[in-house]
Nanobody
Framework: QVQLVESGGGSVQTGGSLKLSCTHS????????MGWYGQAPGKERDLVST???????TYADSVKGRFTISQDNGKNTLYLQMNSLKTEDTAVYYC?????????????WGQGTQVTVSS
C-alpha cells in the first residue's frame, strides 16, 4: 500500500554530514506520521525523529541540535539532515510511515540505508 524508498546513506568521518531522503508513493504525508528510525548492530530499532502533517517534529535526545527532519510535500520526499555526526550514529536508518486513518492503517517501512561514521 505504501512504498518508501530511502537514499543518501554512506560513510563519513566524525563531524561530517549526510542527508537522507525518503520518497514515497501517494499522499501519505497528509495522513501519517513520518519518521526516521535507526538500528545499530545488535541493537533494537530506535526512534530518531518524527514529523506530522502540520510540521510538528520530535527528536531523540541524542540527536537534538544535530539532526533536522523535514518534508517536501510537492516532491513526496522526507529528509533527515545529519550534521556533526558521531561514531555512535552508525546504524541502518529506516524511513517509516505510521498511519492511523480509517482507510489506511499500519506501520510501513523502507528498506533502510546504511550510515557509517568513522573516527
Amino acid at each position: 500500500q505504501v512504498q518508501l524508498v530511502e537514499s543518501g546513506g554512506g560513510s563519513v568521518q566524525t563531524g561530517g554530514s549526510l542527508k537522507l531522503s525518503c520518497t514515497h508513493s501517494g499522499d501519505v504525508f497528509r495522513i501519517c506520521v513520518m519518521g526516521w528510525y535507526g538500528q545499530a548492530p545488535g541493537k533494537e530499532r530506535d526512534l530518531v525523529s518524527t514529523i506530522t502533517s502540520s510540521g510538528t517534529t520530535t527528536y531523540a535526545d541524542s540527536v537534538k541540535g544535530r539532526f533536522t527532519i523535514s518534508q517536501d510535500n510537492g516532491k513526496n520526499t522526507l529528509y533527515l539532515q545529519m550534521n556533526s555526526l558521531k561514531t555512535e550514529d552508525t546504524a541502518v536508518y529506516y524511513c517509516a510511515a505510521r498511519c492511523r486513518a480509517t482507510w489506511l492503517k499500519g506501520d510501513f517501512w523502507g528498506q533502510g540505508t546504511q550510515v557509517t561514521v568513522s573516527s
